[in-house]
């Protein structure tokens, strides 16, 4: 896989010696989506806005298509595109004049073609010439969108692209974003919301105190960090764990039907078969059995929790 | 390689935002000084006489003028570079293949160009009440080109360390306002006792005003060639304050 972006050994420190960034190594391929996931404060814009020039690097190297952002700033910048957390514009620019500001603002020729499939490709087209205090919360996340996207960058920014809108512009907004990167576009995607880093990325960084505690393809984090559960349902009331099942480290449901008992499934061993057996040896009839995999959010929380 | 596009850019927005707001940035200040004239030139200024050769009515035009693009030069560069601040829109320009020279190019160029036409248009008007000739136009220009540039780096600067918009008309009214009255907008230092002379050669607006006069009508209160040295240090001197702000990223970034 053909590396876009290479962070290496980046540090921030603010004038307080807060350290937002610590020694934060990442390589992003080109056509992926990776989410930085993480919680407020965790980090994730400070990485963007180093990548992007938004604010200044203490220490470390950052290179975008090879070209290090600091030295050779120009060529780094032209290929990406950001779009901010905040809804952030000039409110009586029209729609069409900011978009193609910033694609000139890049360096770029007038181009009303591209310009023109942008935004049909948001659904701005027929909002074009209406001052962009006039639209709503999610017309104006997409005018984002596209003056982020004005300019053809390789790489896209999108920093906490869904905070604060409905389901079912969300859900909008994902599909734009997968349409975004069947187009080429290699996607940065800064989160909270696990549900969004699960649906949509390929690699998920999980993000903590200024440091990339974990950094995998989303499958194999699920895989590697899940844990899955077996709940046996019984016939009989349990009050007690049986001696011999102690080992197991089974715990009671609340009604006291049901046993649980947790394993990995990636062990070449997981104990079920020795369970069931001893579970049939103290005589205790079972009804039903079921698993119960954990989910990324269970994973993240559990990191966080170790950190 | 400079960025001509960017600048351009920036630029243009710039100047679309003077369209929007025509009449605060220049009907306005044409009619602040329409008043100037008919109150001091025509009404009280019949009565003055500062210079045997020279009606009061034109001895003020050059310090009406310089009066009113300064004010105008650092209102429009400081609110240019202030609003995307406070609109949180500065992520662009500081993510873009621009360079600091560059930004300021594109910003304090669409200033100064508004102050610019605003002074040449504040000087026709000024043909309206008195009888103008200008001894040497094209100096007339430079200066004015001049003042332009250094007050519009001034509000640059002005904008930047702006936190909120109270402080953008601090310097402006608290500072500029009293320096161009006290700078011999409208009158000679000559008719100063001596103590406020001394203290008036220590106000940089003098010297503009003075070099700004002498292009009008050839004699102004200090040589020419200072007034333009004057200029030019202050230009300096705001250069090398922009400069280290950016190379800082004094309250512009993180």
């Given at each position: 896989m053909q590396t876009i972006i290479e962070i290496k050994n980046l540090r921030k420190t603010y004038k307080d010696n807060k350290v937002a960034l610590d020694d934060v190594n990442l390589n992003i391929f080109k056509g992926e989506i990776i989410a930085?996931?993480?919680?407020?404060?965790?980090?994730?814009?400070?990485?963007?806005?180093n990548i992007c020039g938004i604010s200044s690097i203490t220490s470390g190297d950052i290179k975008v298509n090879g070209f290090d952002v600091v030295d050779n700033y120009r060529e780094a910048r032209k290929c990406i595109g950001i779009v901010p957390q905040e809804l952030s514009f000039e409110p009586f620019e029209k729609v069409i004049n900011t978009v193609n500001f910033s694609r000139q603002l890049f360096g770029k020729k007038p181009d009303e073609e591209y310009i023109e499939n942008l935004l049909k490709k948001l659904s701005l087209w027929d909002k074009k010439d209406q001052i962009i205090r006039s639209l709503s919360g999610g017309m104006k996340r997409r005018v984002l969108i596209a003056k982020a996207?004005?300019?053809?960058?390789?790489?896209?920014?999108?920093?906490?692209?869904?905070?604060?809108?409905?389901?079912?512009?969300?859900?909008?907004?994902?599909?734009?974003?997968?349409?975004?990167?069947?187009?080429?576009?290699?996607?940065?995607?800064?989160?909270?919301?696990?549900?969004?880093?699960?649906l949509m990325a390929n690699r998920?960084?999980?993000?903590?105190?200024?440091?990339?505690?974990?950094?995998?393809?989303?499958?194999?984090?699920?895989?590697?960090?899940?844990?899955?559960?077996?709940?046996?349902?019984?016939?009989?009331?349990?009050?007690?764990?049986?001696?011999?099942?102690?080992?197991?480290?089974?715990?009671?449901?609340?009604?006291?039907?049901?046993?649980?008992?947790?394993?990995?499934?990636?062990?070449?061993?997981?104990?079920?078969?020795?369970?069931?057996?001893?579970?049939?040896?103290?005589?205790?009839?079972?009804?039903?059995?079921?698993?119960?995999?954990?989910?990324?959010?269970?994973?993240?929380?559990?990191?966080?929790?170790?950190? | 390689m400079i960025n001509f596009r960017s600048i351009k850019a920036i630029y243009i927005f710039e100047m679309s935002r003077t369209f929007r707001t025509l009449i605060q940035n220049l009907i306005?200040?044409?009619?602040?000084?329409?008043?100037?004239?008919?109150?001091?030139?025509?009404?009280?200024?019949?009565?003055?006489?500062?210079?045997?050769?020279?009606?009061?009515?034109?001895?003020?035009?050059?310090?009406?003028?310089?009066?009113?693009?300064?004010?105008?030069?650092?209102?429009?560069?400081?609110?240019?570079i202030f609003f995307p601040k406070f609109l949180g829109t500065t992520y662009e320009i500081l993510s873009a293949p621009i360079s600091y020279v560059e930004i300021v190019i594109g910003y304090v160029g669409a200033s100064a160009t508004?102050?610019?036409?605003?002074?040449?248009?504040?000087?026709?008007?000024?043909?309206?009440?008195?009888?103008?000739?200008?001894k040497f136009p094209i100096l007339m220009l430079c200066m004015l080109l001049l003042s332009c540039v250094s007050f519009s780096l001034l509000g640059f600067?002005?904008?930047?360390?702006?936190?909120?918009?109270?402080?953008?008309?601090?310097?402006?009214?608290?500072?500029?306002?009293?320096?161009?009255?006290?700078?011999?907008?409208?009158?000679?230092?000559?008719?100063?006792?001596?103590?406020?002379?001394?203290?008036?050669l220590f106000n940089p607006i003098f010297y503009l005003v003075s070099g700004f006069r002498y292009s009008f009508f050839g004699t102004g209160e200090v040589n020419i060639l200072i007034s333009i040295f004057s200029i030019s240090l202050f230009i300096l001197l705001c250069i090398i304050i922009i400069w280290r702000i950016f190379k800082t990223g004094y309250k512009i970034k993180t």
């Amino acid at each position: 896989m053909q590396t876009i972006i290479e962070i290496k050994n980046l540090r921030k420190t603010y004038k307080d010696n807060k350290v937002a960034l610590d020694d934060v190594n990442l390589n992003i391929f080109k056509g992926e989506i990776i989410a930085l996931l993480g919680p407020n404060g965790a980090g994730k814009t400070t990485l963007i806005s180093n990548i992007c020039g938004i604010s200044s690097i203490t220490s470390g190297d950052i290179k975008v298509n090879g070209f290090d952002v600091v030295d050779n700033y120009r060529e780094a910048r032209k290929c990406i595109g950001i779009v901010p957390q905040e809804l952030s514009f000039e409110p009586f620019e029209k729609v069409i004049n900011t978009v193609n500001f910033s694609r000139q603002l890049f360096g770029k020729k007038p181009d009303e073609e591209y310009i023109e499939n942008l935004l049909k490709k948001l659904s701005l087209w027929d909002k074009k010439d209406q001052i962009i205090r006039s639209l709503s919360g999610g017309m104006k996340r997409r005018v984002l969108i596209a003056k982020a996207l004005s300019h053809e960058p390789d790489v896209l920014f999108l920093d906490e692209p869904t905070a604060g809108v409905d389901v079912e512009l969300r859900k909008d907004m994902w599909n734009t974003i997968k349409n975004l990167q069947n187009s080429g576009v290699t996607i940065i995607l800064t989160t909270h919301y696990i549900e969004e880093a699960e649906l949509m990325a390929n690699r998920i960084a999980i993000i903590n105190h200024g440091k990339i505690l974990l950094i995998d393809k989303k499958d194999n984090l699920i895989d590697r960090m899940s844990k899955k559960t077996l709940i046996i349902h019984t016939n009989s009331k349990i009050n007690k764990i049986d001696k011999a099942l102690e080992k197991f480290q089974l715990r009671v449901s609340k009604d006291k039907k049901n046993l649980e008992y947790d394993y990995s499934p990636n062990k070449k061993k997981t104990g079920i078969t020795t369970l069931l057996n001893e579970i049939k040896k103290t005589g205790i009839e079972l009804i039903d059995v079921q698993t119960k995999q954990s989910n990324l959010e269970q994973i993240f929380v559990e990191i966080l929790k170790n950190d | 390689m400079i960025n001509f596009r960017s600048i351009k850019a920036i630029y243009i927005f710039e100047m679309s935002r003077t369209f929007r707001t025509l009449i605060q940035n220049l009907i306005s200040p044409i009619l602040s000084t329409v008043l100037y004239f008919i109150v001091f030139g025509t009404a009280i200024g019949n009565n003055i006489n500062f210079t045997n050769e020279i009606p009061y009515g034109a001895f003020i035009v050059p310090g009406l003028v310089i009066l009113t693009i300064s004010m105008q030069s650092v209102n429009n560069a400081s609110f240019g570079i202030f609003f995307p601040k406070f609109l949180g829109t500065t992520y662009e320009i500081l993510s873009a293949p621009i360079s600091y020279v560059e930004i300021v190019i594109g910003y304090v160029g669409a200033s100064a160009t508004k102050s610019f036409c605003l002074g040449l248009l504040i000087l026709i008007t000024s043909t309206f009440f008195v009888d103008l000739n200008i001894k040497f136009p094209i100096l007339m220009l430079c200066m004015l080109l001049l003042s332009c540039v250094s007050f519009s780096l001034l509000g640059f600067i002005i904008g930047i360390a702006s936190d909120n918009f109270e402080q953008i008309n601090f310097v402006p009214m608290i500072i500029i306002t009293p320096l161009v009255f006290l700078g011999g907008s409208f009158y000679t230092i000559d008719v100063l006792p001596d103590f406020w002379q001394t203290i008036t050669l220590f106000n940089p607006i003098f010297y503009l005003v003075s070099g700004f006069r002498y292009s009008f009508f050839g004699t102004g209160e200090v040589n020419i060639l200072i007034s333009i040295f004057s200029i030019s240090l202050f230009i300096l001197l705001c250069i090398i304050i922009i400069w280290r702000i950016f190379k800082t990223g004094y309250k512009i970034k993180t």
